[in-house]
């Protein structure tokens, strides 16, 4: 099958590059020229584990190119999927300006019957509007499916070829069955292709991302609840995962969510329910919740060492919003190294994938270092924002003699505490006791 790909980031590169691996011929269409000209010469633009070997596959064979035309990059194809940002807009909403600018273009484009597809996070009605859009200048027949994306960053080529289920919203039974077509190699193992209407399916993903949020914030709570009362939130998270309503994923407390999803979607989800005059409460509670999270190791930074901190030096680990990716949007460490750089602190910082991206937004005003230790090296402290699986077992006499006061602040829980007592460290972590 010929399809085309409308925005190249996280999730149409990896679509585009997923289809191809199944036999179709891709082209990726994105308005980024420097990011098209990277991907013709076989540069990957992002870190994603897995998807080089794809991506170089795929070229190689033919099935995958790239272009920055829209018109030469949809003609013959017979599915057009938009994987165009919706980031938040002023008031919370989903800015569809992306989705619809490109709608518009596509009209007097198509040749031949063909199924765009919204893969991006939309609000409900999008698929309406989509429609309304192409048709003002459409002489072809065509479908608006929506049809959801579930991935994670860092484990996103195997959510893509293996995922759950696979959401298709779409009234026409002529689109079901291309959709259908299309994903049967993805779901050989026989997990379900949900077909509904586009509005559901719209609200499917914002649920299913809210509901993680929230799960996330929930635990978070309870953490915080452990510290007043002298509970150990590791052993309240495995009283409860254990249960099988509840499951064991999403229950690690920590410094909050981040990422260009949960945050956005949250807000988006809460400002379409006030656009329907229903205040979907819980939404605004996790929201202001999550905030303050995130900036917990700075309570416990001033419980050490008094509220003035300037002249410190403190190591960060980890930068990106979740290990595996690069991925810096919403993630918790940015605003704990703004709130440090303000109080005059010096900051010596590793990740294993990410600094390239925080450079560009903070230059020379932190260091990166080459590694773990280096950052440690003379700061006064660690602290821990992102849980990279390198950090989870250091050589603790190395980092003891790299720190000069012995302390860490564990932002995700990393370390056990009896560990951390045996080799003499002073350690704060979330939703457990201090370790003095
Ligand atoms: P992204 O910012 O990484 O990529 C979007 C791409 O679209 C960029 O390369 C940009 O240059 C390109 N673009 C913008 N305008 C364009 C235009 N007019 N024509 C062609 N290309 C254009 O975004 P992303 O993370 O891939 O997210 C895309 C959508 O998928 C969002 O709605 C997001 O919420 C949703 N989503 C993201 C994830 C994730 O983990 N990143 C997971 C599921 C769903």
Not at 277 to 306: C, P, W
Not at 310 to 333: M, S, V
Request: aromatic share 8%; proline share 4%; charged share 30%.
């Amino acid at each position: 099958m010929k399809i085309a790909v409308v925005g190249t980031g996280y999730v149409g590169l990896v679509t585009g590059t997923c289809f191809a691996e199944t036999g179709n011929h891709v082209t990726c269409i994105d308005i980024d020229v420097k990011k098209v000209e990277k991907l013709k010469n076989k540069i990957m633009p992002i870190y994603e584990p897995g998807l080089d070997v794809l991506f170089e596959r795929n070229i190689k064979q033919g099935r995958l190119d790239f272009t920055t035309n829209l018109k030469e990059g949809i003609k013959g194809a017979k599915i057009i999927f938009l994987a165009l940002p919706t980031p938040p807009g002023e008031d919370g909403s989903a800015d569809l300006r992306y989705i619809l600018g490109v709608a518009e273009e596509l009209g007097p484009l198509l040749e031949q019957y063909t199924v765009i597809v919204d893969k991006s996070t939309v609000p409900v009605g999008t698929a309406d509007r989509v429609t309304a859009k192409i048709a003002e200048h459409a002489k072809v027949e065509f479908s608006v499916v929506s049809n959801p994306e579930f991935l994670r960053e860092g484990v996103a080529v195997d959510d893509f070829m293996k995922p759950d289920r696979v959401v298709i919203g779409t009234r026409s039974e002529k689109a079901k069955k291309i959709m259908e077509e299309l994903y049967a190699p993805l779901v050989r193992q026989g997990n379900p292709i949900i077909t509904m209407d586009e509005k559901s399916a719209e609200l499917t993903k914002y649920a299913a991302n809210s509901f993680l949020a929230t799960k996330i914030t929930f635990m978070n709570e309870i953490a915080n609840m452990c510290e007043l009362v002298g509970a150990d939130v590791d052993m309240v998270r495995k009283g409860v995962g254990t249960d099988s309503r509840i499951g064991k994923r999403f229950l690690f407390a920590g410094i909050g969510y981040g990422g260009s999803c949960f945050p956005k979607d949250v807000q988006a989800l809460a400002k379409s329910a006030r656009e329907v005059n229903y205040n979907f409460e819980i939404l605004n509670a996790v929201m202001s919740k999550n905030e303050t999270q995130k900036t917990k190791l700075i309570d416990r930074l001033k419980e050490h060492y008094g509220d003035n901190l300037k002249g410190k030096t403190f190591a960060i680990w980890g930068l990106a919003f979740k290990p595996y990716t690069d991925d810096i949007r919403e993630a918790p460490a940015l605003i704990n190294i703004k709130i440090l750089l303000e109080a005059g602190v010096k900051i010596k910082t590793y990740d294993p994938e990410a600094m390239e991206n925080v450079k560009e937004q903070f230059g020379d005003s932190i260091e990166f270092c080459k590694d773990e230790y280096d950052a440690a090296e003379g700061a006064d402290a660690l602290l821990i924002m992102t849980e990279w699986p390198v950090f989870r077992t250091p050589e603790f006499d190395r980092l003891k003699s790299s720190l000069k006061d012995n302390v860490i602040f564990d932002g995700r829980n990393l370390y056990n505490t009896e560990t951390m007592a045996e080799n003499g460290f002073t350690y704060y972590s979330i939703g457990r006791a201090t370790v003095k």
